[in-house]
Every structure is written in C-alpha cells, then in structure tokens.
C-alpha cells in the first residue's frame, strides 16, 4: 500500500523559505518520477516540479530559481525547498508518484505579512 505524507508547511512571511518533505511508504521513490503540485484558493492544481529517476529536474516557470526539488532514497523522501516565497506561493501543496498517480494529503504553505 503506497502511503505519500507531506510535512513541512506552515505561515511565512513574503521573501522567507520553508522546505516540504514527502515521506513515502509502500514504495521506492529512486525506482519514479516525483512530483510536487499545488492548489491555491478557486484555482486548479498546478505541476510545480517534478524530479525523474536519473535526477533531472523540470519547474513551473514562476518557481524557477526560487524553489529546488529534492530527493534523499536512504530516507525514501522527497523535499521541495522553497526560497523568496511570493504571497502568490499560497497553496496546498500536494507529492504526487508522478508515473502511477498515488497522491499525498497535502500540505498549507500560507506566505503573507
């Protein structure tokens, strides 16, 4: 049973950083692609990153230079670091098995003063 939990999230105020972890069970993330998307209020969800198996990584164009993909496969875990936060950055933000379609339940990232 594949299991993807988010952590990480929070309220930051505009310019700060917060990193997301996504632990995952039931699975070995180096064996897919991950994928970091997000929602924000009256929006559709969004591809925000993805990372494939070989390590090649891919951004949404308003994230880029600002937020990094990640993965640790000793702790089987995938971050997104997240730097310069926009109040526009104001998600839930969601890990997804990009290949295979297993979701996680999100996590709030709030950036505002």
């Known amino acids: 049973q594949v299991q993807l939990v988010e952590s990480g999230g929070g309220l930051v105020q505009p310019g700060g950083s917060l990193r997301l972890s996504c632990a995952a069970s039931g699975m070995i993330i180096s064996f897919y692609t991950m994928a970091w998307y997000r929602q924000a209020p009256g929006k559709q969800r969004e591809l925000v990153a993805t990372?494939?198996?070989?390590?090649?990584?891919n951004y949404v164009d308003s994230v880029k230079g600002r937020f990094t993909i990640s993965r640790n496969n000793a702790k089987n875990t995938v971050y997104l670091q997240m730097n310069s936060l926009k109040p526009e950055d104001t998600a839930v933000y969601y890990c997804?098995?990009?290949?295979?379609?297993?979701w996680g339940q999100g996590t709030q990232v709030t950036v505002s003063s």
């Open positions: 997804k098995d990009y290949q295979r379609g297993y």
């Open positions: 990372i494939t198996i070989g390590g090649a990584t």
